[in-house]
């Protein structure tokens, strides 16, 4: 891949929070708006990615946002030979740095914990997306955290040797 401008970088952050203000869900907000940089189409990456919306199919476990940087990274630098381990440890080791980034800013990797949810009960007795409104949009921190999981994943590249 050859080096990706600054300005483009931070134009796929910007991206993937329209993303998320356009209805999509975190995880796809966050890999579709880098998705072509692996030559998979946009429309491919917002399926792959859709069951990880909500902290993987609205059970508020891990955050969609981390989900997609996990995806990123794997389509970066995953290994593609089944007893590959240094390739493996090598997109780990990315993996763990990405993700440490992120629960710093963000405080953990978990959705509930992200969202101030108390237990898992009522999210997995309801698999039901929430209706995205305007008080959605002003009581959910997701759109600042697709901000981060992007940003984290465009300075990722940005350094990449």
């Not at 869900?25 to 030559?39: I, M, N, P, R, T």
Request: hydrophobic fraction near 40%; charged fraction near 25%; glycine fraction near 10%.
């Amino acid at each position: 891949m050859n080096k990706i401008s600054d300005q483009e970088l931070d134009e796929r952050v910007s991206r993937a929070v329209e993303n998320f203000m356009a209805g999509y869900g975190c995880c796809q907000s966050v890999v579709a708006a880098f998705a072509d940089l692996y030559d998979l189409d946009e429309v491919m990456a917002k399926r792959v990615a859709a069951g990880f919306g909500g902290g993987v199919g609205r059970l508020r476990m891990m955050c969609g946002c981390v989900s997609g940087i996990v995806m990123l990274v794997g389509l970066d630098c995953g290994q593609t030979e089944g007893n590959d381990r240094e390739g493996k440890s090598a997109c780990y080791k990315v993996v763990q740095e990405l993700l440490a980034k992120s629960e710093q800013e963000n405080g953990s990797l978990i959705c509930a914990e992200i969202l101030g949810l108390k237990g898992f009960e009522k999210a997995k007795s309801n698999y039901v997306a929430s209706e995205r409104t305007t008080e959605y949009y002003k009581v959910r921190p997701c759109a600042i955290k697709v901000e981060s999981a992007a940003r984290i994943f465009a300075n990722y590249l940005r350094n990449k040797v």
